[in-house]
Nanobody
């Protein structure tokens, strides 16, 4: 599974941005897709996860209520809608996928097998 995250850019505090995660070839059916981010000088952290079968979602506390993960089945694409962005949200955002994820562990980056290149989100103050 080849993943590609896109949609990053430079925005101001309070703005919204929507990231996309697509795949070439294999559909997302049966996969758990995770969004992670890594700020400069910091470790990568979990943002959100989406279980394709059933549509379950999971969010990090830092983004809960501001970020929404969704999908477009026809386009085989996962979206991360980011609202009320803060400078602390500045990071490279990546999507990852796993076909064998145990949902309760969906925040664990080590359990994702497929990773795509990230997209940079910069939030200015």
């Amino acid at each position: 599974v080849q993943l590609q995250a896109s949609g990053g850019g430079l925005v101001q505090r309070g703005d919204s941005l929507r990231l996309s995660c697509g795949t070439s070839g294999r559909p997302f059916s049966g996969y758990t897709i995770g969004w992670f981010r890594q700020a400069a000088g910091k470790e990568r952290e979990f943002v959100a996860a989406f279980k394709w079968s059933g549509g379950s979602t999971l969010y990090a506390d830092s983004v809960k209520g501001r970020f929404i993960v969704s999908r477009d089945i026809a386009k085989n694409t996962i979206y991360l809608q980011m609202n009320s962005l803060e400078p602390e949200d500045t990071a490279v955002y990546s999507c990852a996928a796993s076909r064998t994820m145990i949902w309760g562990q969906a925040h664990n980056e080590n359990l994702y097998y497929y990773w795509g290149l990230g997209t940079l989100v910069t939030v200015s103050s």
